[in-house]
């Protein structure tokens, strides 16, 4: 059965820290992996990333997947309060619609 | 650009009601998906919808749970008969093609009495 793991479940830190957010997949005809930021409202889309050892960059954020050991991370630095949210991953197989996510990263960041 | 808009937010039913939700898609998007949030869980697929068809309710349960998304108006998710199990986010999305990212909404949260 296709899987999503994230980890860890839930992280605090204070303002300023850098974090580091893992997804790992087993999905059968990997197509692309997805990043979301789920506050209180909808989960808004971060990156999506299909190849393998290109860096995507947001700001602060910044994200890679390694294709051969199937798995994605999302780097944020210099963290702030409002990064405080959920962190959903999401695999997509190809020739699919169905995204399948992960339980996704609690992440409190302190002031 | 009005992004993908979910109503009601919040929604109250007892046991044995009807809950009826609602997704407009983004502008543009004729294709939308249904997907369910319990609690500490993940979000998981429901039903795939265009424009008067479904495409695939693989994800849906069989019974009590029903969508449609007709040719004028909003995407409609139905849910009769609700026990406190339906208790969870719904959200929507919305992409232009059906391979393309998908856009959510701000879900409906639905709590059984």
Known sequence: ?111 | NAGVMQNPRHLVRRRGQEARLRCSPMKGHSHVYWYRQLPEEGLKFMVYLQKENIIDESGMPKERFSAEFPKEGPSILRIQQVVRGDSAAYFCASSWDFLETQYFGPGTRLLVL
């Open chain 1, 1 to 111: 059965e296709d899987k999503v793991v994230q980890s860890p479940l839930s992280l605090v830190v204070h303002e300023g820290d850098t974090v580091t957010l893992n997804c790992s997949y087993e999905v059968t005809n990997f197509r692309s992996l997805l990043w979301y930021k789920q506050e209180k409202k909808a989960p808004t889309f971060l990156f999506m990333l299909t190849s393998s050892g290109i860096e995507k960059k947001s700001g602060r954020l910044s994200s890679i997947l390694d294709k051969k050991e199937l798995f994605s991370i999302l780097n944020i630095t210099a963290t702030q309060t409002g990064d405080s949210a959920i962190y959903l991953c999401a695999a997509i197989t190809s020739g699919t619609y169905k995204y399948i996510f992960g339980t996704g990263t609690r992440l409190k960041v302190l002031a």
